[in-house]
């Protein structure tokens, strides 16, 4: 089992930054894949970043590309995304997933999730 919680949402206006943390516990060496997905009111679920827990290496949705970043500390066993000039159609609660795939877009790939976190960009 993977546990995940996902933290530093809010409110901030257009053109601001805000970071997420996702702390994970549990057996997470057996999940290489961390992603990032948001679901805004009235909307499916869709993909924003994902990482290789073992090379860093990161993939983005168009939509983010250029503007959010995703990073990992397996020290502490926590993925970030660091966000910034943002939108107000960033407005969503974003969520943290664990998974096999390496740089899956399809949610149905993650095995775990979090909660989730709301963000709200106001304009």
């Known amino acids: 089992q993977v546990h995940l919680v996902e933290s530093g949402g809010g409110l901030v206006q257009a053109g601001g930054s805000m970071r997420l943390s996702c702390a994970a516990s549990?057996?997470?060496?057996?999940?290489?894949?961390m992603g990032w997905f948001r679901q805004a009111p009235g909307k499916e679920r869709e993909f924003v970043a994902v990482i290789n827990r073992r090379t860093g290496s990161t993939y983005y949705a168009d939509s983010v590309k250029g503007r959010f970043t995703m990073s990992r500390d397996n020290a502490q066993n926590t993925v970030f995304l660091q966000m910034d000039s943002l939108k107000p159609e960033d407005t969503a609660v974003y969520f943290c997933a664990a998974g096999i795939s390496i740089f899956s877009t399809k949610s149905s790939d993650y095995q775990y999730w979090g909660r989730g976190t709301q963000v709200t960009v106001s304009s």
């Open positions: 549990g057996r997470t060496f057996s999940r290489n894949a």
